[in-house]
């Protein structure tokens, strides 16, 4: 839904900053709430996780439980890694918020890697469950597809590498 405001008259006292300038006002805090997309990145990553952890505990094939199978448990140990990494790099950049800290790029570094970080482990919990993954079953293949927007909104992935490669060059002056 859209929602347009069209000469719409306001007192004075409600106007945020400059009449016009409603983006830079918006800029001003815009950047925190990426934080909020990796958060829910690493929690709904965590949630697969648990999910190719128990099958890959539970599911036997070829006289096995499918865990014995280097192919499959070296996949969890990846996700597994990659799950925390993401955590960790959204808690050192929320702290720099909390602290009051120039935090732009940092955020955008949590962003861009907890949401490709959960397309890959999705991606991966569907592989663990082989045909069941795609099954009513269980949510996997809806948390597959949920993944997908957390690279597009908030700023897609090139715009927080643009965002971070900016911050980077900027400070050297180029
Ligand atoms: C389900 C959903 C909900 C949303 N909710 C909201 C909301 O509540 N509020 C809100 O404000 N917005 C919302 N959005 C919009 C979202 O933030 C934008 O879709 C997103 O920022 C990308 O903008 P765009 O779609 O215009 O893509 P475009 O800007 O057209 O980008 C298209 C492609 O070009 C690339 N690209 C564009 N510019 C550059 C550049 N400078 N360098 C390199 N590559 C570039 C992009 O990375 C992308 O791959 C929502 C989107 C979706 C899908």
């Not at 997309?37 to 929690?43: L, P």
């Not at 006289?63 to 960790?88: H, N, P, R, Y």
């Not at 955008?108 to 949401?115: C, F």
């Amino acid at each position: 839904m859209i929602l347009e405001f069209d000469d719409c008259r306001l007192p004075q006292a409600q106007v945020l900053g400059e009449v016009d300038g409603g983006f830079e006002v918006m800029n001003t805090w815009l950047y925190a709430t990426r934080i909020t997309v990796a958060t829910m990145s690493v929690g709904r990553a965590r949630r697969v996780f648990d999910y190719a952890l128990n099958y890959a505990a539970e599911r036997e094939q070829f006289g096995q439980k499918i865990g014995k199978f280097q192919g499959v448990s070296f996949q969890l140990a990846d996700m597994i890694t990659e799950i925390d990494a993401a955590d960790l790099l959204t808690l050192a950049a929320a702290n720099r918020l909390d602290l009051a800290m120039p935090a732009n790029r940092e955020i955008a570094s949590a962003k861009l890697y907890a949401s490709e970080m959960l397309s890959r482990v999705t991606d991966a919990a569907i592989q663990i469950h082989g045909g069941m993954g795609l099954m009513d079953d269980y949510p996997l293949e809806r948390f597959w597809r949920d993944a997908r927007v957390e690279r597009i909104w908030d700023g897609t992935s090139e715009i927080q590498r643009h965002i971070i490669s900016r911050d980077l060059l900027r400070a050297l002056g180029a």
